[in-house]
């Protein structure tokens, strides 16, 4: 039973690490750009078959070739930021139509996916993958036998790094901090010398390109079809909110205790109610603390 | 550097809403103007017309640096704060989810600013010692007094030559009003800073003021050549003084 739920609580960890690694961009563009990207997702499933592509007719490790491809995803992050101000922000309709484009944008990326690689799971080759860390090995743990398998430590090594790069850029570089500060007073701003909208552009760029990594792992931990990004949609809006809307440290950790949540329900009530465990953290936490989690305010 | 300031003839507002007619104002390098008004008569505006945050639809602004001028008219806001003018804009617009220093860091924006952040910074912070013991706590959470502090040091972080502010005074306290006031004047002494004031509180503005205008409708109604001429002027006992 106790060694149930260490290795329960130990891949909730993991899990939730790469949760963090999906939430992330999510946590800039509608944590602190008040956009509602939901299509962010779908760009984390392009990710996944890219790394796919290169690992199947390459051989390339899945992680290696999303950071290639960063560029890539951050100018895709900058033409959809471009084309969503040219329609929709700069005429003050971005609430409802705003999220009609990214609702469209979702649908046509599912669509082209299924067009070129159909319907079936795809899965990446990695020497990793399908191997374990035995913590025994490490640390005499007695009777219990705790391990960590590869597939999930390392996505979850990457996300913590990733996260913390994310962290440190927007709160030690100028462009990091006017990103903090743009839907805060937009005219401040401007006063400073900064453009919003190149700011808002910048920061898109980035939050999608953060989706090309968490893509990555994706197909790392398990493999992946068209639409299995829906599944995501809900979860990584409720850590964003948990997380207190834009704080990058909190993102990360309303990702790892929802991640513990749901393996634990998943090993002691059952696997079909873990997908609930975000919602309800989320309904209760916003009943106490509608500032979230760990809001600063 | 020594900067200047020309507002010739503008006209301006918002839209089809015209608010300033025909309006001309000079700041000279190094002078201290006011520019009284009640509420309502286009300071603000006047200020916006100069920061590039709106067009004004006639006239022109001249920025004068060392003798070389550039017509302001069109320019962006980033390209006004690039040219070394300042604005601490009205209701001090922080960022109230950032740290006070968070909000001086963003003042320091501009290129030029960056390099000498450090040496502003220590600064601001010897001017507002309040600032430093605060650097740490967010900005929206302090009281207003310390708001408009945060407002002005921002303000200052982007090395200005030309500093504008905009009812500094607003929603504080009387002895809070005097000691801002004379903040300024403090930094505009040690920064060599020229400086234009939008004011309503007649007899603080007045203390620090060198010349000043008084708006009224959008125009200029009177032009005082030294502080004296401000105190002594008719329409200001009657509209400030309730003489
Ligand atoms: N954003 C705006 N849109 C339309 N009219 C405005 C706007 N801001 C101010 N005004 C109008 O312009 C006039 C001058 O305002 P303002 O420049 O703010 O005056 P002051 O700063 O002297 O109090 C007022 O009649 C005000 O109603
Ligand atoms: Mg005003």
């Known amino acids: 039973m106790i060694e149930l739920f260490i290795n329960a609580v130990v891949a909730g960890v993991l899990l939730g690490g790469f949760y963090a690694a999906v939430a992330l961009g999510l946590s800039i563009v509608f944590g ?24 199947e007719n390459f051989g390339l490790d899945p992680i290696v070739t999303s950071f290639l491809f960063l560029p890539v995803f951050f100018l895709l992050g900058i033409v959809m930021y471009r084309f969503y101000y040219v329609c929709f922000e700069r005429t003050g309709q971005e609430s409802l139509s705003g999220l009609a484009y990214f609702f469209g944008i979702m649908f046509i990326i599912e669509v082209l996916i299924i067009l070129v690689y159909g319907v079936d799971y795809r899965n990446v080759q990695a020497p990793y993958i399908g191997h374990s860390l035995w913590i025994n090995d490490w640390i005499p743990l007695g009777d219990f036998r705790v391990s960590l398998p590869y597939r999930m430590l390392v996505p979850f090594v990457v996300a913590a790094v990733v996260t913390g790069g994310v962290y440190l850029y927007l709160s030690k570089t100028y462009l990091g901090r006017a990103i903090l500060a743009v839907s805060q007073d937009r005219v401040a701003l401007q006063l400073m010398g900064a453009n919003p909208i190149k700011v808002k552009q910048w920061a898109f760029g980035i939050a999608i390109a953060t989706a090309a990594i968490a893509g990555a792992l994706l197909i790392v931990i398990h493999p992946v079809e068209p639409s299995v990004g829906r599944l995501y949609i809900g979860r990584v809006f409720a850590i964003v909110i948990l997380g207190g809307m834009g704080s990058i440290s909190g993102t990360f950790f309303a990702a ?20 609930a465990a975000a919602y309800g953290i989320l309904l209760v936490t916003l009943a106490v603390r509608p500032q979230g989690l760990f809001g600063r305010a | 550097m020594a900067s200047s300031l020309t507002v010739n003839n503008i006209d301006g507002g918002y839209g089809s809403v015209r608010v300033l007619h025909d309006l001309s104002i000079t700041v000279d390098f190094g002078e201290t103007v006011v520019l009284l008004g009640s509420n309502g008569n286009g300071k603000s505006t006047l200020l916006k017309c100069i920061t590039g945050l709106i067009k004004p639809d006639r006239g022109e602004i001249i920025l004068n640096v060392d003798g070389e001028k550039t017509d302001l008219v069109g320019k962006t806001p980033e390209e006004v704060v690039t040219a070394g003018i300042s604005m601490v804009p009205e209701g001090r617009r922080l960022f109230p989810a950032l740290t006070v ?40 959470s302090m009281s207003g007094g310390e708001q408009q502090m945060v407002a002005v040091a921002r303000g200052i972080m982007s090395d200005p030559t030309i500093l504008l502010v905009d009812e500094p005074s607003v929603g504080l306290a009387p002895n809070l009003v005097s000691h801002m006031i004379g903040k300024i004047r ?29 708006i009224v409708h959008g125009e200029i109604e009177f032009t005082a050549a030294s502080a004296d001429e401000l105190a002594n002027n008719e329409m200001i006992k009657q509209y400030y003084l309730g003489v």
Request: hydrophobic content about 45%.
């Open chain 2, 101 to 140: 220093e968070e909000n001086l860091y963003l003042g320091a924006y501009r290129k030029f600013a960056r390099k000498k952040i450090s040496e502003n910074l220590d600064f601001v912070y010897e001017i507002f010692p309040r600032l430093k013991e605060r650097r740490n706590q967010l900005a929206g």
């Open chain 1, 32 to 55: 602190r750009l008040d956009i509602v990207n939901i299509a962010h997702p779908a760009f984390v499933i392009i990710g996944s078959y890219m790394a796919f592509y290169v690992n």
């Open chain 2, 186 to 214: 403090e930094l505009k002494e040690k920064k060599n800073l020229t400086v234009l004031m939008a004011e309503q509180n007649f007899n603080q503005a007045i203390k620090i003021a060198d010349r000043g205008y008084i």
């Open chain 1, 256 to 275: 790892l205790m929802i991640g513990i949540a749901e393996t634990l329900i998943s090993t002691f009530i059952g696997p079909s109610w873990a997908p």
